[in-house]
C-alpha cells in the first residue's frame, strides 16, 4: 500500500467532526486559522503511515493528531472537548471517498501549557484502512 487513502480519511475526519451536534460551535480546521483565531478551535495536524498491506490486498496504518488549541484558562474546558472530540470519533463510521476503514482507535494524548499561556491537548488515533 501507499499514502493513496490519506486524503480520502482526511477528508472522512475533517467531514465527520464538522457534522458532529456535539462539537456545533466549534471550529475545525485542517490549516492554521487566519483573521480572527477563535478562543477554542480543533486543528487536523501531523500524520505518520505504514504499510499494512498482507495476501488479502492493500492496506495501510495511519497515526494522525487532532488537536485542541484553547485560550481559556485552566484545561478543563480543553479536557472536556477532547473527551467529546474522542467519543465521537473513536470507531466513528467513516465513509472514504476511495477505500475503507478497517477501524478506528485512540492511541495517546497530551496535555500542555504553551508559551504564551494557552492550552494545547494533541490526540493521537490510529486507523486502520483498505483499498478496494
Excluded at 465527520?16 to 495536524?45: F, K, R
Excluded at 488549541?69 to 472536556?80: E, M, P, R, V, Y
Excluded at 467513516?94 to 476503514?101: A, F, I
Aim: hydrophobic share 45%; with cysteine.
Amino acid at each position: 500500500m501507499s499514502y493513496a487513502l490519506a486524503a480520502a480519511l482526511q477528508a472522512a475526519v475533517f467531514q465527520h467532526l464538522s457534522s458532529d451536534p456535539d462539537l456545533a460551535g466549534i471550529a475545525i480546521h485542517d490549516a492554521l486559522p487566519t483573521g480572527t483565531v477563535p478562543q477554542t478551535y480543533v486543528l487536523l495536524g501531523a500524520e505518520q503511515v505504514s504499510d499494512r498491506s498482507d495476501v488479502s490486498g492493500g492496506g495501510a496504518s495511519h497515526r494522525f493528531n487532532v488537536s485542541i488549541h484553547s485560550d481559556s484558562a485552566g484545561f478543563l474546558t480543553a479536557k472536556q472537548l477532547a473527551a467529546t472530540l474522542c467519543d465521537g470519533l473513536i470507531n466513528a463510521p467513516l465513509m472514504l471517498s476511495r477505500g475503507h476503514l478497517i477501524g478506528l482507535w485512540f492511541d495517546r494524548a497530551r496535555a500542555r501549557r504553551m508559551s504564551d499561556g494557552s492550552r494545547r491537548i494533541e490526540l493521537r488515533f490510529r486507523a486502520r484502512v483498505e483499498d478496494d
